[in-house]
C-alpha cells in the first residue's frame, strides 16, 4: 500500500472562517495528506474584516514544536514544509531553522513557501519587516515559490508590462533558487478582463492557465492558501508539477462555484468538499516561452 505524505502547515489559524491553514488544512487532509498545522497566529477572523482579537505564536515556539516532533522519533516523516501567512519577521527565521533541521532529517522534505505580503488596499494586513524577509531570506531556502501578482511585482521590484514579462519575472525568481515558482493570479496590461490567469515556471517549463473570472459582491479570502496548499499536497501525492497545477486551478475553481452559488463571503469548503477531491471542471494549462 502507498504511505499516506506528511505536511507541516505553518501559517495562520482563524477561528472562524477561512484564510491560512484554516483554508488550506482540511483541503489538504480530504486530497489525502497528513497535515500537521502549526498555528503562526490564532485570529477571530481573517484581517479582511478590519478588526480581529487573538495573539500571534511567540516565534521560539516554532522550533519548540519541530524539536518536540523530533523528540518522538517522528521527523523524519515529515515530507513537506508549507508556510504561509506570518506573523513576524522573526517567526519567518524561526520557519527556516525549523526547514534546516527537518532537511537535515529528510534531504527529500520539499518546502513551499507563500509569500503572504499583505494587500493594504484590499485590508490583507501583513508587518512590512514580513515583505522584507520574505523577499530576502525566504525565497533562498524555498523549493517551490508561490507569489500572486502584487509579490511577484516585490520580488522584481517593477510592475510588469505583458504576459511575458510576468513570465520573465517568475523566470528570474528561479535564479534565486526555487525549483518551481507558481504565481497564483497575474495580472498584466493587456490581460483579457473575463479570465483568471496564473502561471507555472519550471527548469523544464512555462504554462500558462486560464479558468473563468467569478464575480463575487466582495473577494472571497483564503483563496491563496487552498492554492498553495492543494499544489503541495498533490505534488506530494506524486503528481507532476503540471498536473498537480492544473488539479489546484480545476478544485479551486470548484470552491469558488460552491461559494459563489452559497452567496457566501468565507469560502464553502465543507461544501466543496467532494467538489475538490475531484474536481468536475478541467482546465489545460499551455505552454508558454519566451
Ligand atoms: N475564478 C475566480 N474568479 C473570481 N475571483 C477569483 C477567482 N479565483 C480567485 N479569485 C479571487 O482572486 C483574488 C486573488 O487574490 P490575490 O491577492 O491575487 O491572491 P491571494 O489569494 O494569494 O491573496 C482573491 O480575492 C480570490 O478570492
Ligand atoms: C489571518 C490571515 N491569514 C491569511 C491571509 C491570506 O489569505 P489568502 O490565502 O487569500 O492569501 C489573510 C488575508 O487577509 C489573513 O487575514
Ligand atoms: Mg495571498
Same mark, same amino acid.
Given at each position: 500500500?502507498?504511505? *499516506?505524505?506528511?505536511?507541516?502547515?505553518?501559517?495562520?489559524?482563524?477561528?472562524?472562517?477561512?484564510?491560512?491553514?484554516?483554508?488550506?488544512?482540511?483541503?489538504?487532509?480530504?486530497?489525502?495528506?497528513?497535515?500537521? !498545522?502549526?498555528?503562526?497566529?490564532?485570529?477571530?477572523?481573517? *484581517?479582511?474584516?478590519?478588526?480581529?482579537?487573538?495573539?500571534?505564536?511567540?516565534?521560539?515556539?516554532?522550533?519548540?514544536?519541530?524539536?518536540?516532533?523530533?523528540? =518522538?522519533?517522528?521527523?523524519?516523516? #515529515?515530507?513537506?514544509?508549507?508556510?504561509?501567512?506570518?506573523?513576524?519577521?522573526? /517567526?519567518?527565521?524561526? =520557519?527556516?531553522?525549523?526547514?534546516?533541521?527537518? @532537511?537535515?532529517?529528510? !534531504?527529500?522534505?520539499?518546502?513551499?513557501?507563500?509569500?503572504?505580503?499583505?494587500?493594504?488596499?484590499?485590508?490583507?494586513?501583513?508587518?512590512?519587516?514580513?515583505?522584507?524577509?520574505?523577499?530576502?531570506?525566504?525565497?533562498?531556502?524555498?523549493?517551490?515559490?508561490?507569489?500572486?501578482?502584487?509579490?511577484?511585482?516585490?520580488?522584481?521590484?517593477? @510592475?510588469?508590462?505583458?504576459?511575458?514579462? #510576468?513570465?520573465?519575472?517568475?523566470?528570474?525568481?528561479?535564479?534565486?533558487?526555487?525549483?518551481?515558482? %507558481?504565481?497564483?493570479?497575474?495580472?498584466?496590461?493587456?490581460?483579457?478582463?473575463?479570465?483568471?490567469?496564473?502561471?507555472?515556471?519550471?527548469?523544464?517549463?512555462?504554462?500558462?492557465?486560464?479558468?473563468?473570472?467569478?464575480?463575487?459582491?466582495? /473577494?472571497?479570502?483564503?483563496?491563496?492558501?487552498?492554492?498553495?496548499?492543494?499544489?503541495?499536497?498533490?505534488?506530494?501525492?506524486?503528481?507532476?508539477?503540471?498536473?498537480?497545477?492544473?488539479?489546484?486551478?480545476?478544485?479551486?475553481?470548484?470552491? %469558488?462555484?460552491?461559494?459563489?452559488?452559497?452567496?457566501?463571503?468565507?469560502?464553502?469548503?465543507?461544501?466543496?468538499?467532494?467538489?475538490?477531491?475531484?474536481?468536475?471542471?478541467?482546465?489545460?494549462?499551455? !505552454?508558454?516561452?519566451?
Amino acid at each position: 500500500m502507498k504511505r *499516506t505524505p506528511h505536511l507541516l502547515a505553518i501559517q495562520s489559524h482563524v477561528v472562524f472562517g477561512h484564510a491560512g491553514n484554516s483554508a488550506a488544512v482540511f483541503p489538504m487532509q480530504r486530497v489525502g495528506v497528513n497535515v500537521w !498545522p502549526l498555528n503562526t497566529v490564532q485570529f477571530s477572523n481573517h *484581517t479582511q474584516y478590519g478588526q480581529w482579537a487573538g495573539e500571534v505564536l511567540a516565534p521560539q515556539q516554532i522550533p519548540a514544536l519541530v524539536e518536540g516532533i523530533a523528540a =518522538i522519533g517522528e521527523l523524519g516523516n #515529515c515530507d513537506a514544509i508549507l508556510s504561509g501567512y506570518l506573523g513576524s519577521a522573526a /517567526q519567518g527565521r524561526a =520557519i527556516l531553522t525549523g526547514v534546516a533541521r527537518i @532537511k537535515a532529517t529528510n !534531504p527529500k522534505a520539499l518546502y513551499l513557501c507563500d509569500p503572504v505580503m499583505g494587500h493594504p488596499e484590499k485590508g490583507c494586513i501583513v508587518p512590512q519587516e514580513v515583505s522584507d524577509f520574505l523577499l530576502d531570506e525566504a525565497a533562498a531556502m524555498a523549493d517551490f515559490l508561490c507569489p500572486n501578482q502584487l509579490e511577484l511585482d516585490s520580488f522584481a521590484g517593477r @510592475k510588469p508590462q505583458s504576459l511575458f514579462d #510576468c513570465l520573465g519575472m517568475a523566470k528570474a525568481l528561479l535564479a534565486r533558487g526555487p525549483k518551481a515558482v %507558481l504565481v497564483k493570479h497575474l495580472d498584466y496590461p493587456g490581460k483579457l478582463p473575463d479570465g483568471f490567469e496564473m502561471l507555472l515556471v519550471t527548469a523544464e517549463g512555462s504554462w500558462h492557465l486560464r479558468r473563468p473570472l467569478l464575480a463575487f459582491p466582495r /473577494q472571497p479570502v483564503g483563496v491563496g492558501g487552498l492554492t498553495s496548499g492543494l499544489f503541495l499536497a498533490r505534488v506530494l501525492l506524486g503528481d507532476s508539477l503540471l498536473a498537480a497545477f492544473e488539479f489546484t486551478a480545476a478544485a479551486v475553481h470548484e470552491v %469558488l462555484l460552491e461559494t459563489q452559488a452559497c452567496a457566501s463571503y468565507e469560502l464553502e469548503l465543507v461544501r466543496a468538499q467532494d467538489r475538490i477531491a475531484h474536481p468536475r471542471v478541467r482546465f489545460e494549462a499551455t !505552454p508558454i516561452g519566451l
